[in-house]
């Protein structure tokens, strides 16, 4: 009678964990870059997954001007493309990164030619919320929401987040080269 009443018990659980491994595209972790390090100092020179791979190359975008930081992002999205990155990893990397491009795009005024960084913010955006468990509707209402204007909003919250909310370097350079101008100049 024990055994009839887990039987029945666990039956959703068990239903719902083979579901969960059959639908595994959406895991949240990055797996190890392939490639192992030979010697002990590129060890400590490189990284050795993804993640820190990625994480070093925002601390450069956040660090540099915008031409390396342009460069930094698009190293980033180069790395998110690689067959070992998980799906949600990949939509969620992708969709900043392209993001942050749509800003330095604008805020510079150097676009790249065909540029659809926007398009391209709100595609992976898009497969990012496919990874959640939300209603069709409501991806739907996300991804409508996603306007140019929000989605440089959100780029620059995530930034100011890791930088003790100023921003990215590439967006302290026009500020600081304006005040240091003569007044008769600005006018």
Wanted: aromatic fraction near 6%; hydrophobic fraction near 35%; charged fraction near 30%.
């Amino acid at each position: 009678m024990l055994t009839a009443c887990i039987r029945i018990n666990l039956r959703p659980i068990l239903i719902s964990m083979m579901t969960l491994f059959a639908l595994g595209g959406c895991d949240k972790r990055a797996t190890k870059a392939s490639s192992t390090p030979t010697s002990s100092s590129a060890a400590v020179n490189e990284p050795t997954s993804i993640e820190e791979e990625s994480d070093r190359l925002y601390r450069i975008y956040l660090r540099s001007d915008a031409d390396k930081a342009r460069q930094s992002i698009l190293q980033i999205i180069e790395i998110s493309k690689r067959p070992e990155v998980g799906v949600r990893v990949r939509a969620h990397n992708l969709w900043l990164a392209y993001a942050r491009l749509y800003l330095l795009s604008n805020e510079t005024g150097v676009k790249q030619e065909e540029s659809n960084e926007l398009s391209l913010a709100v595609y992976w955006y898009r497969r990012e919320l496919d990874c959640e468990p939300l209603t069709p509707q409501e991806v739907h209402r996300r991804v409508e929401s996603m306007t140019g204007e929000r989605i440089a909003e959100i780029a620059q919250e995530w930034d100011k987040r890791f930088t003790s909310n100023r921003g990215p370097n590439y967006r302290l350079k026009k500020p600081l080269e304006n005040a240091s101008r003569p007044s008769s100049a600005r006018e």
